[in-house]
T-cell receptor, first 112, second 111 residues
Framework: NAGVTQTPKFQVLKTGQSMTLQCAQD?????MSWYRQDPGMGLRLIHY???????DQGEVPNGYNVSRSTTEDFPLRLLSAAPSQTSVYFC???????????FGQGTRLTVV | SQKIEQNSEALNIQEGKTATLTCNYT??????LQWYRQDPGRGPVFLLL?????KEKRKERLKVTFDTTLKQSLFHITASQPADSATYLC??????????FGQGTELSVKP
């Protein structure tokens, strides 16, 4: 089992370009989340989903879109990349209840 | 809004000593609190979870306390080793899928 897989691992974008960060899981966990991590800022929640067809905003949702059409996938879309979106992005999955979260290995995004 | 505060300054200790990390939260009442470890370039890894009705939880050299009156959790690593050097993150949680983290405390254990 792969667990939580994020692609790509690294990406460089030009300002204004769009792209989708992929997150796929084979753990059959209902909850999925996207975080960004900047130096000194810890993990900040962008969007999360409690199941297929259900998404909600986190702490820093502006500039990002998500959708959840299947249990396995939770893509994060940047419609018009900005330098402020340069960061490391982590996807996490979790089951309902008193459970731990499992993280992907991260995507390092640079917007120039 | 919910706020979580961890020691922002790095914690430097000598091998063999006990490391104590603090997590304070305001404006909500979590049913439980999780602690994670993060190594450079990697995603966080779960360590321990403590519920609001538990005062203390232990796992090997790790100990976590949870004081709902003070709105604080303390995370202890006894007999620390250089391999314990990492960033430690706390996450007070109320279920529902919205898992928010503190900014983390970087621990450095010197031999």
């Amino acid at each position: 089992n792969a667990g939580v897989t994020q692609t790509p691992k690294f990406q460089v974008l030009k300002t204004g370009q769009s792209m989708t960060l992929q997150c796929a899981q084979d753990m059959n966990h209902e909850y999925m989340s996207w975080y960004r991590q900047d130096p000194g800022m810890g993990l900040r929640l962008i969007h999360y989903s409690v199941g297929a067809g259900i998404t909600d905003q986190g702490e820093v949702p502006n500039g990002y879109n998500v959708s959840r059409s299947t249990t396995e996938d939770f893509p994060l879309r940047l419609l018009s990349a900005a330098p402020s979106q340069t960061s490391v992005y982590f996807c996490a999955v979790q089951s309902p209840g008193v459970t731990e979260a499992f993280f992907g290995q991260g995507t390092r995004l640079t917007v120039v | 809004s919910q706020k979580i505060e961890q020691n922002s300054e790095a914690l430097n200790i000598q091998e063999g000593k006990t490391a104590t990390l603090t997590c304070n939260y305001t404006n909500y009442s979590p049913a439980y609190l999780q602690w994670y470890r993060q190594d450079p370039g990697r995603g966080p890894v779960f360590l321990l979870l403590i519920r609001e009705n538990e005062k203390e939880k232990r796992k090997e050299r790790l100990k976590v306390t949870f004081d709902t009156t003070l709105k604080q959790s303390l995370f202890h690593i006894t007999a620390s080793q250089p391999a314990d050097s990492a960033t430690y993150l706390c996450a007070p949680y109320n279920q529902g899928g919205k898992l928010i983290f503190g900014q983390g405390t970087e621990l450095s254990v010197k031999p």
